[in-house]
């Protein structure tokens, strides 16, 4: 790959790994569960959480293939399950409802109770949930080689520190943008997410079915 197909490749998986984790739309859920805690203590929590999610999407960024290989599943295959679970990310984002695919009720009055909610769940599955991780592993799987890889990690790791930037700011955003601010960034991120989705899953047909496509 060239600078300028390196260059794609990244602003492509920043902009899919970022709508995916999407911080701005789980901020109430974190108001919610640190409702009581001191600045010190919501901005401690956020790097806790955004660091372990880091550390999960960077693992599977490099270690997914390991896994699809132990299971005996291609890649073709991965991309077309991956791409309906992202597409149906994007149905509940386009329905503001993006938290319930990847935390239940239960686990979200669970996280309340909680002393430390930074790992479970905010960390896993809020932020680094089933759709995040697939992209990780869809992205890692269109191109070998150290540099895409490298380059995946550094989109998950910029993913993390804005996400711990709105999370120890919170209270803040949720101020200023207000809940139908919030609802219309899902929404548009969720349109793009399908889109990425779509796409996707296409891909993996194409590469499973290529017969298809050589007419």
């Not at 197909?5 to 919610?32: E, G, M, Q």
């Not at 896994?67 to 005996?72: A, C, E, H, I, K």
């Not at 793009?192 to 296409?202: K, S, W």
Request: aromatic share 8%; with cysteine; glycine share 8%.
């Amino acid at each position: 790959m060239d600078s300028s197909a390196l260059a794609k490749f990244f602003i492509a998986s920043f902009v899919s790994i970022f709508i995916i984790v999407n911080p701005l739309a789980n901020i109430s859920v974190f108001i919610t569960m640190t409702e009581g805690d001191s600045p010190e203590k919501r901005r401690a929590t956020a790097f806790k959480a955004c660091t372990t999610c880091f550390v999960v999407l960077a693992a599977f960024t490099f270690g997914g293939h390991h896994v699809l290989r132990f299971f005996g599943v291609t890649v073709p295959a991965f991309r077309i399950a991956g791409g309906i679970i992202l597409f149906m990310v994007a149905i509940q984002m386009l329905q503001v409802n993006p938290a319930r695919i990847r935390i239940s009720p239960e686990e979200e009055k669970e996280g309340v109770e909680k002393e430390d909610i930074a790992v479970v769940p905010l960390a896993i599955p809020m932020l680094s949930g089933p759709g995040a991780i697939t992209t990780v592993i869809v992205l890692g799987s269109e191109h070998e080689g150290w540099t895409p890889g490298l380059l995946i990690m550094l989109s998950s790791l910029l993913t993390s520190l804005i996400s711990y930037i709105i999370f120890s700011r919170s209270v803040s955003i949720a101020r200023v943008l207000g809940r139908s601010g919030v609802n219309i960034l899902t929404r548009i991120m969720g349109l793009i997410l399908a889109v990425i989705a779509v796409e996707i899953v296409v891909s993996g047909i194409r590469g499973m079915f290529p017969r298809l496509f050589s007419v």
